[in-house]
């Protein structure tokens, strides 16, 4: 996975430097949007809905129900479709040729893609996770090596290239799965395919089930329920590409830097951050018994517990604060190794500085909320979320104000505002869970002065040696500023070592865990 994650992120550095920030913007967010909306609205909810029940029930019901998607995604991609070409601004032909054709194509692609629905379900509800994985990695390598190619050798195509690739990313995914059931199904001797509720091909697709009702209304009640959840989360998860694309805050070249920026500074939060959080909270949620104060709980497990968060808490402000410090003198350098001048210059350096800060804040929430989330009552979580959705609601109104005045950046800039917020009210409810207890775990926050002195002079090193040395003297500049980043590097994570033994002890503890579940397994 690891593998195919580094193929695609070399594949797409290539393909950058071919591009003008323009196409990237229609491609990445105007046109993406249109898929990912008429995906959501089609299958979201049935999905929830049909991956709820059981393995035991009526599968030609829900197949039937699943089914049910691949109109509902021809309706919604036409109507889509009409309000992308008609009611919003379309892009000078001039400078963006064939936008039309790309939204046709856009919209094709998410039917394709539902007509793989059913086997998706089926597939996940009998734990085939091998199956998707390979499924979606082999289809995002492909759709970048052929956009790779096309861009090298068809550059005149324009969104041509980027619209039969979308196409030709959902058709591979489709037929993994369409391949792996054929095969699956004609053989015997197969143990998963004594599992299946499904005997032949023929069986995954609409048909009259003996009880006589065409689906399970229970199931479809459920759809509709999930629908009207699910509907508000879309518009304040995709909210930034919405405010982009309907409230013309940003032109297209803008939206393309901006998009670019944002994917490469979350990288950290979903390849480091968020497995630590998932685990961790798996991790208080066994320990911590919920709807109780500390005081009333067994006191080792909270004394564990205390040492946990408080641990987690240090790694994630140090971690946060490296990238940070480090990252607002080598955002120039990494943009241009990664996009050319394309991304390092103009708007990109500051954006990418901006990120390195909201990382900090990221990685702050994420231990916070994963210790509040698994500690609170089932009252508290409600009241919680209905917070969330105020705090959601208020961000998609600050963005707007934010991009008016200050362009891209106001879009990180509420983003930082709002995991402020929820920082906040994570720490309030830590310090109110423990305050009856003799454990301090937000002490984690807290920096002896020598490293805090550590970083500070990394900072104020580095910035200078970007200075002078990047990002326009020659590649022997560029590698001396790295040479004085790993330096300073060194440096700050000895300090490291030298002052928070506490902290080295644990990451020790857990490593030396870790290497003892391998082995058992």
């Known amino acids: 996975m690891v593998l195919f994650r580094l193929i695609t992120f070399v594949l797409n550095a290539f393909i950058l430097r071919f591009l003008s920030k323009e196409i990237v913007g229609i491609v990445n967010v105007r046109l993406t949007l249109l898929y990912s909306t008429t995906i959501f609205l089609a299958r979201e909810a049935f999905r929830r809905a049909c991956l709820s029940g059981g393995v035991q029930r009526d599968w030609s019901q829900t197949l039937n129900l699943l089914w049910l998607t691949v109109p509902l995604g021809v309706f919604w991609s036409l109507f889509l479709g009409w309000v992308w070409l008609r009611l919003l601004e379309v892009p000078d032909p001039k400078v963006i040729s064939h936008y039309g054709t790309g939204v046709v194509l856009f919209g094709l692609s998410a039917v394709v893609e539902l007509l793989g629905e059913p086997f998706w379900v089926l597939a996940q509800a009998h734990m085939f996770v091998k199956l998707k994985v390979i499924a979606e990695s082999l289809s995002v390598i492909l759709k970048s090596v052929l956009i790779a190619f096309l861009v090298l050798w068809l550059p005149h195509w324009g969104l041509y290239i980027f619209s039969l690739a979308q196409l030709f990313y959902t058709a591979v995914l489709v037929l993994c799965y369409v391949i792996y059931f054929k095969k699956l199904l004609d053989s015997p001797e197969s143990i998963k395919q004594e599992t299946l509720p499904v005997s032949r091909m023929t069986d995954m697709l609409p048909s009259i089930p003996r009880s006589g009702a065409f689906v399970n209304w229970t199931e479809a009640k459920l759809t509709w329920s999930f629908f009207k959840q699910s509907f508000l989360k879309q518009i304040l998860t995709e909210g930034e590409r919405y405010v982009m694309t ?148 208020s961000f998609l109104l600050l963005s707007y104000l934010l991009t008016r005045w200050c362009g891209s950046l106001g879009f990180i800039l509420a983003n930082c505002f709002n995991m402020g917020i929820r920082i906040t009210q994570s720490l309030y409810f830590i310090h109110r869970y423990f305050r009856n207890s003799p454990y301090r775990p937000l002490a984690g926050l807290h920096l002896p002065p020598v490293l805090l002195g550590a970083f500070a002079l990394s900072g104020g090193i580095t910035g200078v040696s970007e200075v002078f040395l990047c990002c326009e003297q020659g590649w022997p500049a560029k590698l001396a500023h790295v040479a004085v980043g790993a330096f ?34």
Not at 257 to 281: K, M, W
Not at 287 to 308: F, G, M, N, S, Y
Not at 330 to 350: E, F, H, K, R, T
């Open 246 to 393: 309907f409230l013309n805050v940003l032109n297209f070249g803008d939206q393309g830097v901006y998009d670019i920026v944002n994917n490469l500074g979350s990288l950290v939060a979903r390849l480091i951050f968020q497995p630590v959080e998932e685990s961790f909270y798996v991790f208080f949620a066994k320990v911590l018994e919920r709807e109780k104060d500390a005081t009333l709980q067994k006191q080792e497990d909270v004394a564990v517990a205390a040492v946990v968060l408080e641990s987690l808490l240090k790694l994630a402000l140090l971690s946060g604060l490296t990238i940070t410090i480090f990252g607002f003198a080598y955002s120039q350098l990494a943009l241009d190794i990664y996009g050319g001048a394309m991304l390092s210059s103009g708007s990109g350096p500051v954006l990418l500085r901006t990120y390195c800060l909201y990382v900090l804040l990221l990685a702050i929430n994420g231990v916070t909320e994963c210790f509040t989330f698994a500690a609170m009552s089932k009252e508290q979580v409600d009241r919680y979320n209905f917070t969330m959705l105020a705090l959601s609601s």
């Open 488 to 521: 300073c590097l060194g440096v700050t994570l000895g300090t490291v070592f030298l002052t928070e033994t506490k902290l080295i002890h644990f990451l020790r503890t857990q490593l030396g865990v870790s290497r003892l579940a391998d082995k058992m397994t």
